[in-house]
């Protein structure tokens, strides 16, 4: 079966400017986490999604925000991105927890 | 909510030295899980392992949930095992908050 897949890769973003990353689980998972990696906080966690619905949010503003489609893939927005939002966003599909290779987004 | 500390945070070694890396965690937890982090950044799943031992090729973990702790055990080490190893849980919620992760051990193996 194919694993979590991501896109895009890279993303380079203009301060203000909004993000889009994506992301579609194993097939049959529905459930999607999403993680942000930033340089020398760790992994934290970001949103959950299920069943179409947004689950839980970790301590993020609300300029993160994101979607579950019927497919369960998901989208994650960042919106007036910050330097800081520079960072790799993983994201996992749960049924044991399977991480994607990830969307390392740079922004300058 | 659960912390989860790793040791030690740094770790360099000869290739064919073995290592014993350690997770301590702070509650009961429903999953517990070892990764890999490649260069790339990619997480690797080793192992889900709530309690118990087990065992995959040189890499071996075992974990005593009554006493909250797990070990990651690598033998005769690779230049390829090198990178970051994480020990992350899940809580009891039933995974309103996803994993929750240490920082790490980043461990690099020399030839």
């Given at each position: 079966?194919?694993?979590?897949?991501?896109?895009?890769?890279?993303?380079?973003?203009?301060?203000?400017?909004?993000?889009?990353?994506?992301?579609?689980?194993?097939?049959?998972?529905?459930?999607?986490?999403?993680?942000?990696?930033?340089?020398?906080?760790?992994?934290?966690?970001?949103?959950?999604?299920?069943?179409?619905?947004?689950?839980?949010?970790?301590?993020?503003?609300?300029?993160?925000?994101?979607?579950?489609?019927?497919?369960?893939?998901?989208?994650?927005?960042?919106?007036?991105?910050?330097?800081?939002?520079?960072?790799?966003?993983?994201c996992a599909s749960r049924g044991g927890y399977t991480f994607g290779s990830g969307t390392r987004l740079t922004v300058v | 909510g659960i912390q989860v500390e790793q040791s030690p945070p740094d770790l360099i070694l000869q290739e064919g030295a073995n290592s014993t890396l350690r997770c301590n965690f702070s509650y009961s937890v429903n999953n517990l899980q070892w990764f890999h982090q490649n260069p790339w950044g990619q997480l690797i799943n080793l192992f889900y392992i709530p309690s118990g031992t087990k065992q995959n090729g040189r890499l071996s973990a075992t974990t005593v949930a009554t006493e909250r702790y797990s070990l990651l055990y690598i033998s005769s080490s690779q230049?390829?095992?090198?990178?970051?190893?994480?020990?992350?849980?899940?809580?009891?919620?039933?995974?309103?908050?996803?994993?929750?992760?240490?920082?790490?051990?980043?461990?690099i193996i020399q030839p």
């Open positions: 079966e194919a694993g979590v897949t991501q896109s895009p890769t890279h993303l380079i973003k203009t301060r203000g400017q909004q993000a889009t990353l994506r992301c579609s689980p194993i097939s049959g998972h529905t459930s999607v986490y999403w993680y942000q990696q930033a340089l020398g906080l760790g992994l934290q966690f970001l949103l959950w999604y299920d069943e179409g619905e947004e689950r839980n949010r970790g301590n993020f503003p609300p300029r993160f925000s994101g979607r579950q489609f019927p497919n369960y893939s998901s989208e994650l927005n960042v919106n007036a991105l910050e330097l800081e939002d520079s960072a790799l966003y993983l | 230049t390829t095992d090198s990178g970051v190893y994480f020990c992350a849980v899940e809580g009891r919620g039933g995974g309103a908050d996803g994993l929750t992760f240490g920082k790490g051990t980043h461990l």
